[in-house]
Structures are given as C-alpha cells and as structure tokens.
C-alpha cells in the first residue's frame, strides 16, 4: 500500500536529432519539472518502463536518469525508484545565465516576426510568468 | 599435441587480431583488429559487401580466416567446442526454421539439444508475438518466423548473442517487439548482444557501441555518441572549390545548396573556420550532426562520383 504512484511521462524522442537520445530524455524531463507538469514528488517512471515507452536501450535511459540524480532534479529512495526532487539551486549561475539567453533569442526570434509592440509583449510576458507564481500560502 | 585452454583475456567476449579472410580476388576481412566488451548491444554498420556477415561467419566458426586470429569467449573461433558454442547464440538473416515443423515441435527438438534452456525466458519472448503451438512455421508471417527465432536463441541463456540484419523486411509493430526483447535481454540478462543493421534510426535507439566497417577494415568503434561528436557540418556562403575543400584535412561530403557549400568535416575542431576562410567564404555556420547524417558522410566519402579522396583515420 505504501508504494508511491509513478507518473507517466509525457516524453516523446527523435532519431535524426543532433542530440543523442540520452540528452533528450535529460532536456525533456528537465522541461517537465520546470513546466510544473512533473510535481515535486511524483514517481518517474522505472527504467525498463520508459525504455518500452520510448523503444529504446534501457541503458541510455538508466544514463539519463543518473545524470538527473547528479544534477539533483531527482531523488533516488533506495527500493522505491526516483522522485522528483525538491527544488534547488539546481544549476550553476553561469549554466542559468546560458540557458536564460539561449531561451531569450529563439522567444524573441519566433515573436519578431508577429509585429506586437514592446510593451504589449512585455505585459504578456509578466502575465504568464504571474500563471507560474507559486500560490502564497493563506 | 598440447592445446592451450581457452582463457579470456580481459572483459571481452570477442577479441580478433588482423583478422583476415580472402576469397579468390575478393578482401572481405582485411587485418580487422576488434575488441568487444561484455555487456551491452554493439552495432555494426557498413556498406553491403562491408565484411559484416565474413567477420559473423569467422566468429561464429562457420568460416575459417585465412589471416590473423579471432577468439570468442576467450577461444580461438576454429576450435569451438560444443560446450562453448552453447553459450553463443545466433540468428540468421532469414529466420528460416524448417517450413514443415509445428512451433511446438520444434521447441521440444532445440529443448533437448541447451541444458541452460530456460521455459520462462522462451515463454516472455513468444509471448510478444502472438505464435501459437500448434501453427506449423510455414503459416508463419516473416515477423512471427523472427520471434520464434529470437525465443529459441534466448531460451538458451547465451552470453554472446550474433544476428545478422535480424530486422530485415520486418513490420513496425514485429520490429518494435523484437527489439525489445532483445534490448531487454541485454539489460536483464546482461546477454552481449551484436547484430547488424542499415536502419540507423534503430541503431540509434538501441546499440550501446557503434562497429563501423568498410571494405573489410575498421573505421570506428565506440559510443554513437561519441562518433557524432567527431562529426561537424561546416556551411559557408559562396560556391567553394570542390577540389579546394577535398585538400583540407577531416573533409567527407561536400554538397552546394543554394549558394551555399556545406562540408562535413571529420575530428577537426574550431579551427576548421581558418581554413574556409582561406578560401575565401565570408559567412561561415557550424552544427552538430545525428547519426543517420555521420555514418552516412563517412561512408559516402569514397563511392564512385565523390570528389573526397579518403581521409587517412585512425580508429578511435
């Protein structure tokens, strides 16, 4: 009764892709926590699981999910599998810093084109990231 | 005569030195030095006529070397003994079983011949492809005649198993299964497995190592990942000089598209922008490359209508 629930992951992998397959699973569950749509907690799923979800080596799923437990987005609970970690300073500033302006230059390369105003953009920017506020306790 | 006893050297279930085999006026194998670890599916990829199914053939003892050696489980490959070669596994290219056996008949007949046959192992393979017992291999689809192969060869729990382009011809969905097994095998049991394919979206998704042959020779062994890291695609602006670029060192394809000229470049680094620049281009990009993309540059590098000579390599 107490074996916690496991959460499918909603992970789709490419062939063809530059990045090997162990990458992609590392970027996509990466994405997931950040989005919210992996809770602090849940269970992934196990090894031979996503590995038969993906039709892929079990191994490259056992290195992506090493490499994640390193960095400390999971947990591992000996006998139970992994969680998701509670969040911390997960990365270095200046691999957050990359990252941010990686993130900057494709959203502004796919917004240019639609013709909005700076500050219309900006007001939509500050609602969405209001969506993704932590709701204060009480 | 003294023979020596088979000792396996290191954690290698497959270990050949200059490996050659000559027919009439026909390399197959040419002085093919490889090592291959326990553990793991290593996929070899090259060219029809590469030297893929010579070196299975050599391995397996169906086919004497005529230079150089090749041991298997730590025994020279011409001296097999039975006791070994029940703990090597093999899968044809045709998944031909004989036509007029039912499925039953033919599993009491390969029972009998493995003392480490495992019902429960047998059972978990076929069991994904949906065969019955009774039904006789000639009413067999091509992917169902591929599982009743791939459960007899698990079935008997070897520690080195060897298929020959065992997906060929087969359907997504028997494709799908039958890999599964076969990569739940190699992490379950810790079966090595080494198989061949031309599909590198598969190769992809399964092989933990990449054996690249060509005319016979080796050109690469390793991670997937780490031959795409040798790889860069090089794209600068203006029509470059085939004959210029094909002097540069690391160069495998070179295409012009659109005014533009893209090279793949093998181990060459940052530095490569130097030499584009020296011949002239202006604006120069660079990216990483999959694999389906890396082999193909490399073994596209000397077919007949290709400007690149072959670059001189060294297998990593």
Redesign the interface.
Known sequence: MNQPRRSPLLLQIATGDPRPINRQIVDGVKRLIASGDLAVGAGLPSVRGLAAQLAVNPNTVAKAYTELTTEGWLDARAGLGLFVATPRQRLSDAERERRLNDALVRFVGDIIALDYPADVLLDRVAAELALCAPKQPG | MNLPLPVATGDFVIETDALTLRFRNKLALDRLTLNVARG??HAVVGANGAGKSSLFRVLLGFQAATGGTARVLGCDSERLTPALRSRIGFVNEEHALPPWMRVDELTALQRRQYGAWSEERYDAVLRNFHVLPAQRIAELSRGERAGVNLALALAQGPELLILDEPTLGLDVVAK?VF??AL??S???DGTTILYCSHQ??EI?????QLILLERGQLLHAGA??DF?ARMCLWIADGELRTGDLANLPGVLQIEHLDGFTHVVVVDQGEQFEVRLRALGAHTIEH???????AVNAMLARNHAGSAVPPPVLQPA
């Open positions: 793991g599916i799908r890999l599964t990569m739940d190699s992490y379950a590198m979206d992809e998704r399964v092989a933990d997937p990942d795409c990216m990483s490359i999959g694999l389906d993309r």
